[in-house]
């Protein structure tokens, strides 16, 4: 089954608690952690996590998008995230970091940005439970997907078959009702949605027929 984790950045934050509500039927709650230095932009802190998961029953996947991730997995881990993602641009000890995530007990995903050659993961891909791969430029939601992303989820898919390991494929960035079907076929096993959904002022229908799209390829 293809999951999708919906990102509330673009939702309205005056309405956090109704928005998380309203995307029950998501798999994954895909919280953006920003600090304005790793990318141009600030939002939410481990505050943010614990209080909503008081709300939802759906795991939180949390992308950090910071500078020294390593100060910022134990707090995340501990707000009650169930999957940490971290950036493999800025940390010189990515599998150190990949371990560290792991002894919190916390599922592990590595991601890269739209120009981060795959070769950057080639050798954990065994260690990691997914790979995120950037779609857009972190930094911002409701950007369009970068055409050229398609094939490179196909080589991840081959390298990770190659390898017989486990680890699923998630891409975050410009998904839309267009290109979802396309992203499944390349190879996708989770998908993020933020705009897309937080556009329709039905979420619960616009999650739905996201599924739909995805599981059964029709649109
Ligand atoms: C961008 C974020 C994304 C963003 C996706 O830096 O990592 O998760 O919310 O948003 P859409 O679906 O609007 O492209
Ligand atoms: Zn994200």
Same mark, same amino acid.
């Given at each position: 089954?293809?999951?999708?984790?919906?990102?509330?950045?673009?939702?309205?934050?005056?309405?956090?608690?109704?928005?998380?509500?309203?995307?029950?039927?998501?798999?994954?709650?895909?919280?953006?952690?920003?600090?304005?230095?790793?990318?141009?932009?600030?939002?939410?802190?481990?505050?943010?996590?614990?209080?909503?998961?008081?709300?939802?029953?759906?795991?939180?996947?949390?992308?950090?998008?910071?500078?020294?991730?390593?100060?910022?997995?134990?707090?995340?881990?501990?707000?009650?995230?169930?999957?940490?993602?971290?950036?493999?641009?800025?940390?010189?000890?990515?599998?150190?970091?990949?371990?560290?995530?792991?002894?919190?007990?916390?599922?592990?995903?590595?991601?890269?940005?739209?120009?981060?050659?795959?070769?950057?993961?080639?050798?954990?891909?065994?260690?990691?439970?997914?790979?995120?791969?950037?779609?857009?430029?972190?930094?911002?939601?409701?950007?369009?997907?970068?055409?050229?992303?398609?094939?490179?989820?196909?080589?991840?898919?081959?390298?990770?078959?190659?390898?017989?390991?486990?680890?699923?494929?998630? #891409?975050?960035? %410009? @998904? *839309?009702?267009?290109? +979802?079907? =396309? &992203? #499944?076929?390349? %190879? @996708? *096993?989770?998908?993020? +949605?933020? =705009? &897309?959904?937080?556009?329709?002022?039905?979420?619960?229908? +616009?999650?739905?027929?996201?599924?739909?799209?995805?599981?059964?390829?029709?649109?």
């Amino acid at each position: 089954m293809i999951e999708i984790a919906a990102s509330i950045l673009n939702s309205n934050l005056l309405n956090l608690g109704e928005s998380v509500c309203e995307i029950s039927g998501a798999d994954w709650l895909h919280f953006d952690v920003m600090d304005g230095h790793f990318v141009p932009n600030l939002t939410f802190g481990p505050m943010f996590v614990e209080q909503v998961k008081e709300i939802t029953d759906l795991p939180i996947e949390a992308h950090l998008m910071v500078d020294e991730p390593e100060n910022f997995i134990p707090m995340f881990a501990k707000a009650g995230s169930k999957r940490i993602i971290i950036h493999a641009e800025n940390t010189v000890h990515l599998h150190r970091l990949v371990q560290s995530i792991k002894e919190y007990g916390c599922e592990v995903g590595v991601v890269i940005n739209p120009a981060t050659p795959l070769t950057t993961i080639e050798y954990i891909l065994a260690d990691l439970d997914l790979v995120l791969l950037m779609t857009v430029n972190p930094g911002f939601g409701g950007q369009k997907l970068i055409p050229g992303m398609i094939s490179k989820i196909k080589k991840l898919r081959e390298m990770i078959n190659t390898q017989r390991v486990p680890c699923k494929i998630e #891409v975050d960035g %410009g @998904v *839309n009702w267009e290109n +979802a079907a =396309t &992203l #499944v076929e390349a %190879g @996708v *096993n989770v998908i993020v +949605a933020g =705009t &897309l959904i937080f556009h329709e002022t039905d979420r619960k229908a +616009a999650v739905a027929r996201l599924k739909g799209i995805v599981n059964k390829g029709g649109n």
